[in-house]
């Protein structure tokens, strides 16, 4: 499968400590996107890389959280000291083309804080 | 800031009984809205993009249109497979997305 590959699919951790998430875009695709979703609601910008680059931060990221993309390839975000209001999806996407609405996203990484 | 609010929240429909989504939104230059569909613990996926006013894409049952202030997707004599959250996003400055908070959509046989 080349899609998106996002993992772990599934985490819950206690209040407090550290998590990251790992995101494989589809490998001819420079662009690399996070959103955080929670139920009932649609997606939410977090960042944005093109390469290695972060071109794009949510002024809603908290200094909790740090995305990077180390050599343009896969991605890590990582949330640091987490709260029970992190608990959500967190969704990557790649792109190809610049300035394109036209994602594509992977199955997520579901966080759950205790 | 950009808003994007989508109705009705939810919808039922019978097997074959046409219906449109509304999304509407407020964005300072608008470069493109877009449709997604997300089925249960799936991320979402492409649908259409439309650019500019007077602008209809089509796919299958789905119809796209687009206007200043709105777009709606149509579904023509939906099946159940159709069930799903339809979810509208608006692109202006920069990369990011901003995504409404979907209509969920069942389709009974």
């Known amino acids: 499968d080349t899609g998106v590959s996002q993992n772990p699919r599934h985490k819950i951790t206690k209040r407090g400590q550290n998590v990251t998430f790992r995101c494989d875009p589809i490998s001819e695709h420079n662009r690399l996107y996070w959103y955080r979703q929670t139920l009932g609601q649609g997606p939410e910008f977090l960042t944005y890389f093109q390469n290695e680059a972060q071109l794009e931060k949510s002024r809603l990221l908290s200094d909790r959280f740090s995305a990077e993309r180390p050599k343009g390839s896969f991605s890590t975000l990582e949330i640091q000291r987490t709260e029970q209001g992190d608990s959500a999806m967190y969704l990557c996407?790649?792109?190809?083309?610049?300035?394109?609405?036209?994602?594509?996203f992977g199955e997520g990484s579901r966080l759950t804080v205790l | 800031e950009d808003q994007v609010t989508q109705s009705p929240e939810a919808l039922r429909l019978q097997e074959g009984e046409s219906s449109s989504l509304n999304c509407s939104y407020t964005v300072s230059g608008l470069r493109g809205l877009f449709w997604y569909r997300q089925d249960p613990g799936k991320g979402p996926e492409f649908l259409f993009t439309l650019y500019s006013a007077g602008e209809e894409k089509e796919k299958e049952r789905l119809k796209a249109t687009l206007t200043k202030k709105e777009s709606f997707l149509h579904i023509t004599a939906p099946k159940p497979e159709d069930s799903a959250t339809y979810l509208c996003a608006v692109q202006a400055a920069g990369n990011k997305l901003t995504f409404g908070g979907g209509t969920r959509v069942l389709v009974k046989p």
């Open positions: 996407a790649s792109s190809q083309r610049a300035n394109t609405g036209e994602l594509f």
